[in-house]
T-cell receptor, first 117, second 110 residues
Framework: SAVISQKPSRDICQRGTSLTIQCQVD?????MFWYRQQPGQSLTLIAT?????????ESGFVIDKFPISRPNLTFSTLTVSNMSPEDSSIYLC??????????????FGPGTRLTVT | GNSVTQMEGPVTLSEEAFLTINCTYT??????LFWYVQYPGEGLQLLLK?????DKGSNKGFEATYRKETTSFHLEKGSVQVSDSAVYFC?????????FGQGTELSVKP
């Protein structure tokens, strides 16, 4: 496995502002993903972060709202833009393809708990 | 489309009781199947996996068998401990994506 860190671990933000969440892995990985876990619910994939190109977004998620960067094989950021209370969730980074391992085995960061007031 | 359905929680058990958390899936072909666990205040951890029919995944005393005929991947443990209290997620992998069930909260009382 790998050590995956996320910053910040939690934040309380005002509506209309933006927050950038960082995800750092201690080894190179092929794939990085961003998920949202709304209170009491399961995880929903937001997008796949592609190194050196635009992220691939899932249905219902758009780049203007959730811009993603992935400048290298160990780091990615997710920005939650123009926040509203409905964006209050836990945001999770995950990685796959560790040390050439299979893409179906994903490992998750500890999450960022976001509250929008 | 692909989906995963888990038994609803919360599930409350006494220590040393037998645990079953049901999971069924809908998918084309033969996806890989997983159980993830989320301890309070932490991120998800991969608990066990099975990549083909009749495979049995096991870890930390937990087991699950990939049953193609019933499209199921039920999680079992013979004797739960208080430290097993967590939320358990069943998931399938297909088409480059992990699809999660809604999660089942387990509470184990001493």
């Amino acid at each position: 496995s790998a050590v995956i860190s996320q910053k910040p671990s939690r934040d309380i933000c005002q509506r209309g502002t933006s927050l950038t969440i960082q995800c750092q892995v201690d080894s190179q990985v092929t794939m990085m993903f961003w998920y949202r876990q709304q209170p009491g619910q399961s995880l929903t994939l937001i997008a796949t972060a592609n190194q050196g190109s635009e992220a691939t977004y899932e249905s219902g998620f758009v780049i203007d709202k959730f811009p993603i960067s992935r400048p290298n094989l160990t780091f990615s950021t997710l920005t939650v833009s123009n926040m509203s209370p409905e964006d209050s969730s836990i945001y999770l980074c995950s990685v796959a393809g560790l040390a050439g391992g299979p893409s179906y085995e994903q490992y998750f960061g500890p999450g960022t708990r976001l509250t929008v007031t | 489309g692909n989906s995963v359905t888990q038994m609803e929680g919360p599930v409350t058990l006494s220590e040393e009781a037998f645990l079953t958390i049901n999971c069924t899936y809908t998918a084309t072909g033969y996806p890989s199947l997983f159980w993830y666990v989320q301890y309070p205040g932490e991120g998800l951890q991969l608990l066990l996996k099975a990549t083909k029919a009749d495979d049995k995944g096991s870890n930390k005393g937990f087991e699950a068998t990939y049953r193609k005929e019933t499209t199921s991947f039920h999680l079992e443990k013979g004797s739960v401990q208080v430290s097993d209290s967590a939320v358990y997620f069943c998931a399938l992998y297909q088409g480059g994506k992990l699809i999660f069930g809604q999660g089942t909260e387990l509470s184990v009382k001493p």
